[in-house]
């Protein structure tokens, strides 16, 4: 049964609008279904069809579906008169692209504009939504793969693709998601639109760092990654645009955030940097504060010598770097500090030596607190501390976002 989304504004008056740009492939009949259900819920749809997705899709039952003509044509003189692309461009809560080929994904990720969908995404404001189809191998494809990393550092939010079989008789990722998995996206991002912390960007590190010693083993600790990724799809529920940088975990991405893989903290580091500007970071990542100065370029074996020497060098202090004084210094930079003795003075020392704003310290010596589901944490700031009680990582993240939201709603860091 179709969920019932609020087709009114916070000031009661418009509809919620998707813009929906139907890219050329065979899943393309899917979307006649996606629309059918956002018109159910109440949300108006605007559809641009583009010329290779009018090869699987008419624009007669696309627009009968969505009751809203149907936009092809970049030079549309009735087009350009009544609506042209930049105010179509910015007409809509949100812009979904279903299905995202990999032309539209190139176009989009390289700032291409020849016909009037990638001029869209290229002249759009509003949050991007994209569910990609495409051949297993084009999706593996080294390019495809550059294109879909540099699109979600852009902000770009995606669903699926999922594992199935292609038209093309292959079988792997590539197949776009089903509308009703679409569908709960765009809900969750049309919702989230009007949140307390609707406009507002934060930054999220969250799981362990990888530091390799060879091409086989690393340097790494036993993070789970389940508090940052918790954070993270907290404070997207609020409606934040959430970027969370993570280190390797096996860890489903939170709806409605756009996530940045990498492994080792330099590559984090850089990660974050490119995220800039934020209002809020929390940086809940397990870095590592050392790394091999050289990684040996083939595995180790034993030997009568006995074991190599590894030496090692410290990693860039990712905490300290974002909570420097500078132009892109977030408002609000909130670090986590995992203890397994003294914990309060460990934590105060932490918060005046990385020039943050918050820390939020626990106990990783208590058994079920490493890896586990529940947290007990202490949050120190510049007034002192608060000590919340031992409760799942959910509900912590739920009270941290909470507390993060009223923060920059005042423009307080305590």
């Avoid at 583009?50 to 090869?55: D, E, H, K, P, V």
């Avoid at 500007?277 to 100065?293: N, T």
């Avoid at 990385?354 to 106990?363: M, S």
């Avoid at 031992?390 to 307080?412: C, H, M, P, Q």
């Amino acid at each position: 049964m179709c969920k019932k989304v609020s087709i009114l504004r916070a000031d009661g008056v418009n509809q919620k609008r998707v813009l929906l740009i139907v890219g050329g492939g065979v899943a393309a009949y899917k979307v006649l279904e996606l629309v059918r259900l956002l018109r159910k819920a109440g949300v108006a749809v605007r559809p641009i069809l583009t010329a290779a997705g009018a090869q699987f899709v008419t624009a007669l039952s696309l627009g009968a579906l969505a009751e809203d003509p149907v936009r092809s044509d970049l030079f549309s003189l009735e087009g350009e008169a009544e609506m042209g692309h930049i105010e179509l461009s910015r007409s809509a809560d949100l812009v979904v692209v279903a299905p995202a080929t990999a032309d539209l994904m190139a176009k989009a990720a390289n700032g291409l504009a020849d016909d009037l969908a990638s001029t869209t995404l290229l002249a759009t404001d509003k949050p991007v939504l994209m569910a990609p189809a495409m051949n297993v191998r084009m999706w593996l494809h080294a390019a495809t793969q550059r294109n879909l990393a540099t699109l979600r550092g852009d902000g770009v939010a995606f669903v699926g693709p999922d594992d199935g079989a292609m038209a093309c008789g292959e079988y792997g990722p590539g197949r776009m998601a089903e509308p009703e998995a679409i569908f709960r996206a765009v809900t969750a991002a049309l919702e989230n639109s009007e949140g307390p912390l609707a406009g507002r960007h934060v930054l999220v590190t969250a799981g362990p760092t990888a530091e390799p010693i060879d091409p086989v083993r690393v340097l790494t600790n036993r993070s789970s990654g389940k508090q940052g990724y918790a954070i993270a799809g907290a404070l997207a529920a609020l409606g934040a645009r959430v970027t969370l940088v993570s280190g390797p975990t096996a860890l489903a991405t939170p709806a409605g955030v756009v996530r940045v893989d990498v492994e080792t903290a330099r590559e984090m580091e850089a990660a974050c940097r490119r995220t800039l500007p934020a209002d809020a970071a929390v940086c809940v990542a397990a870095v590592s504060d050392w790394r091999p100065d050289a990684v040996f370029p083939v595995k180790l074996k034993k030997g009568h010598a006995g074991p190599p020497a590894v030496t090692l060098v410290e990693n860039p202090d990712i905490l300290a770097g974002l909570a420097a004084v500078g132009p892109c210094r977030p408002t609000l930079v909130v670090g986590f500090a995992a203890e397994t003795n003294d914990l309060e003075e460990n934590a105060r020392a932490k918060l005046a030596r990385k020039g943050c704003d918050w820390i939020v310290a626990n106990d990783v010596g208590e058994v079920g607190i490493m890896g586990g589901d529940e947290n007990e944490v202490l949050v120190f700031d510049a007034a002192g501390f608060e000590r919340w009680p031992r409760a799942g990582k959910a509900e912590v993240a739920r009270r941290l976002a909470s507390r993060i939201a009223a923060a920059l709603a005042t423009g307080a860091r305590a």
